[in-house]
T-cell receptor, first 115, second 111 residues
């Protein structure tokens, strides 16, 4: 079946512009995560959605970052007034949460370059 | 919040040598998952361990969960160039809600 998809795959923007990154999770997955990964680095947790619960925003690095998840499915990560340090790969992952611990399925990521 | 540390951060081995990465937590873990990320790719799930002292094998890979459920290891026997990548451990907190990833170990294998 279809996996997690993300769009765009690459985004080049100018400093100060806003960007929106999209994630389509696997159908039926109630949990959705956003991560940021700089070149050669680990996974930096950004935000976590679980069903209809309030999202865990504890990883968002500044108030320029926000995310929403509409209808419990598609999620959009928005970065306002982008800075050069925002350049990274943004990964989305989804998982089921019923029946115990569940593996995460990652999308291919969006590579963001801020000039 | 819960932190999961991995060591080493990076290891370079020659093909045929063994490799081990360790995952450590200061708190008891509900479970351990391991993921592999190939260069330029995204993390892919390898395995999950739940029970204290559990050992699982996948071909040349051996995964172990510590008796106290505070540490885990991934051992690769006779590495191959296809093993190149970053290996992450990950664990759920006691409430089994949010998955926390370790810092990762990058493995380089040369001929």
């Amino acid at each position: 079946g279809a996996g997690v998809s993300q769009s765009p795959s690459n985004k080049v923007t100018e400093k100060g512009k806003d960007v929106e990154l999209r994630c389509d999770p696997i159908s039926g997955h109630t949990a959705l995560y956003w991560y940021r990964q700089s070149l050669g680095q680990g996974l930096e947790f950004l935000i976590y959605f679980q069903g209809n619960s309030a999202p865990d925003k504890s990883g968002l690095p500044s108030d320029r970052f926000s995310a929403e998840r509409t209808g419990g499915s598609v999620s959009t990560l928005t970065i306002q007034r982008t800075q050069q340090e925002d350049s990274a790969v943004y990964l989305c992952a989804s998982s089921r949460t019923r029946g115990g611990y569940n593996e995460q399925f990652f999308g291919p990521g969006t590579r963001l370059t801020v000039l | 919040g819960q932190q999961v540390m991995q060591i080493p951060q990076y290891q370079h081995v020659q093909e045929g040598e063994d490799f081990t990465t360790y995952c450590n937590s200061s708190t008891t873990l509900s479970n351990i998952q391991w993921y592999k990320q190939r260069p330029g790719g995204h993390p892919v799930f390898l395995i999950q361990l739940v029970k204290s002292g559990e050992v699982k094998k996948q071909k040349r890979l051996t995964f172990q969960f510590g008796e106290a459920k505070k540490n885990s290891s991934l051992h690769i026997t006779a590495t191959q160039t296809t093993d190149v990548g970053t290996y992450f451990c990950a664990a759920y907190t006691g409430t089994a809600s949010k998955l926390t990833f370790g810092t990762g170990t990058r493995l380089q294998v040369t001929l």
